[in-house]
């Protein structure tokens, strides 16, 4: 060896990189109401959101707004339904009929079919995506947010046709649109109960803080110079 070299074996240069160790971060969730959105504008968002590494929660499906009379996307949905492998019919296009898997192959098709079979990128971006039609219990207390953006009321001109997504669904042969209508009447009662009781608590601990502060003013002085 020469002296160089030994004095490399000794002394290895700091500058060389080491295998990569990727840290897991806890990803940022969103829940979104999908109640009164376009389709296409908020898929193309949500889709976006989901490859930047974030969990992404769609519920009320069946609320989501296409641009387009009634008639006129039902008989697309139709000419699409006809679309198969002569061959082989086993292979696809599997044409699906619930609202929150019509969204989710919307959103499929935004993530590009090379990232989605051949990278773990998009199949993990596929993975961080749940829908659901109407909300269920475990979702009913997180906040919902909606995307000023995709909003139909925002994007779509007030003459122009729409459709909902629910009803287009039922016509093709989605069997649970009574089901779901009722469960949401029931998460309905259920959150004016809870809101109800949740404005009568925030009532008594203004009640109470008020009488505290005239008991203790000087606490209370000193409280609210720190924003309490």
């Given at each position: 060896?020469?002296?160089?070299?030994?004095?490399?074996?000794?002394?290895?240069?700091?500058?060389?990189?080491?295998?990569?160790?990727?840290?897991?971060?806890?990803?940022?969730?969103?829940?979104?109401?999908?109640?009164?959105?376009?389709?296409?504008?908020?898929?193309?968002?949500?889709?976006?959101?989901?490859?930047?590494?974030?969990?992404?929660?769609?519920?009320?499906?069946?609320?989501?707004?296409?641009?387009?009379?009634?008639?006129?996307?039902?008989?697309?949905?139709?000419?699409?339904?006809?679309?198969?492998?002569?061959?082989?019919?086993?292979?696809?296009?599997?044409?699906?009929?619930?609202?929150?898997?019509?969204?989710?192959?919307?959103?499929?098709?935004?993530?590009?079919?090379?990232?989605?079979?051949?990278?773990?990128?998009?199949?993990?971006?596929?993975?961080?995506?749940?829908?659901?039609?109407?909300?269920?219990?475990?979702?009913?207390?997180?906040?919902?947010?909606?995307?000023?953006?995709?909003?139909?009321?925002?994007?779509?001109?007030?003459?122009?046709?729409?459709?909902?997504?629910?009803?287009?669904?039922?016509?093709?042969?989605?069997?649970?649109?009574?089901?779901?209508?009722?469960?949401e009447e029931e998460r309905k009662v259920?959150?004016?109960?809870?809101?109800?009781?949740?404005?009568?608590?925030?009532?008594?601990?203004?009640?109470?803080?008020?009488?505290?502060?005239?008991?203790?003013?000087k606490q209370a002085k000193l409280l609210?110079?720190?924003?309490?």
């Amino acid at each position: 060896y020469s002296f160089c070299t030994l004095l490399e074996k000794k002394n290895p240069p700091k500058n060389k990189m080491g295998k990569h160790t990727i840290t897991e971060k806890k990803a940022k969730a969103t829940c979104v109401d999908m109640k009164g959105h376009l389709m296409g504008r908020i898929c193309g968002i949500v889709a976006k959101k989901l490859q930047n590494g974030e969990k992404v929660t769609l519920v009320r499906c069946e609320e989501t707004n296409i641009s387009g009379t009634h008639i006129r996307n039902k008989l697309k949905m139709l000419d699409f339904l006809r679309k198969r492998t002569l061959t082989n019919p086993g292979k696809g296009p599997f044409h699906h009929r619930a609202p929150s898997a019509m969204i989710t192959r919307v959103i499929r098709g935004m993530i590009t079919k090379n990232e989605r079979n051949h990278q773990k990128r998009g199949r993990a971006a596929l993975k961080r995506l749940v829908c659901f039609e109407g909300v269920p219990k475990n979702m009913e207390r997180v906040k919902r947010v909606v995307c000023p953006q995709a909003l139909r009321v925002l994007r779509l001109a007030p003459n122009r046709k729409y459709c909902r997504l629910g009803r287009l669904s039922h016509e093709l042969g989605w069997k649970h649109q009574a089901d779901v209508a009722k469960l949401e009447e029931e998460r309905k009662v259920r959150g004016a109960k809870y809101f109800e009781s949740k404005k009568a608590t925030d009532k008594m601990w203004a009640e109470a803080k008020s009488e505290a502060s005239k008991e203790l003013p000087k606490q209370a002085k000193l409280l609210a110079q720190y924003g309490y």
